[in-house]
T-cell receptor, first 112, second 114 residues
């Protein structure tokens, strides 16, 4: 089984809909991250969490919210989806910042 | 502010040829440096990392990278490319202070031709 599992893997939805992307991990890591990947832009950090009670905005948090339900679960929500949120979304986990992060396989989200 | 530049968006090499992917970083002190690979439909996988010590680091799948402080570079190399190496490669820098923010480069897509 994958260490970092993202659901769904693919999602097509309409403008204005509320969307939730889920991430769960079995690595026992305290830190969890949500990134967005767009062609030519690399990965950009949306939100990160160092533990259940510590959630922080990343560089592109507008239009997104998160919930850390447990150490192993970190969800990303788009309250009212818009087309420019169409992207590939990745969840990652980690320990300290100088250790590599471990990534899920991504969720491809298309907003029409 | 820290930053990472991968100047090559797309590189094409023949199978069996050598490969070098460029990465330049900007950071006020010695950073932590990483190379990740992303195969289609998958997340990023760590190839190798540099924290300190020997400036030539070995990674998985036959890759290596050399840290050159004078050039602020951390280029990824492989002596002989295999078709399975076709993927997108990301360089990343982590600052040593604060929350240790990770900054990713924009990626280099590698195409391997037979």
């Amino acid at each position: 089984d994958a260490d970092v599992t993202q659901t769904p893997r693919n999602r097509i939805t309409k403008t204005g809909k509320r969307i939730m992307l889920e991430c769960s991990q079995t690595k026992g890591h305290d830190r969890m991250y949500w990134y967005r990947q767009d062609p030519g832009l690399g990965l950009r950090l949306i939100y990160y969490s160092f533990d259940v009670k510590d959630i922080n905005k990343g560089e592109i948090s507008d239009g997104y919210s998160v919930s850390r339900q447990a150490q192993a679960k970190f969800s990303l929500s788009l309250e009212s989806a818009i087309p420019n949120q169409t992207a590939l979304y990745f969840c990652a986990t980690g320990t300290t910042g100088n250790q590599p992060q471990h990534f899920g396989d991504g969720t491809r989200l298309s907003i029409l | 502010a820290q930053s990472v530049t991968q100047p090559d968006i797309h590189i094409t090499v023949s199978e069996g040829a050598s490969l070098e992917l460029r990465c330049n970083y900007s950071y006020g002190a010695t950073p932590y440096l990483f190379w990740y690979v992303q195969s289609p439909g998958q997340g990023l996988q760590l190839l190798l990392k540099y924290f300190s010590g020997d400036t030539l680091v070995q990674g998985i799948k036959g890759f290596e990278a050399e840290f050159k402080r004078s050039q602020s570079s951390f280029n990824l190399r492989k002596p002989s490319v295999h078709w399975s190496d076709a993927a997108e490669y990301f360089c990343a820098v982590v600052g040593s202070g604060g929350y240790q923010k990770v900054t990713f480069g924009t990626g280099t897509k590698l195409q391997v031709i037979p």
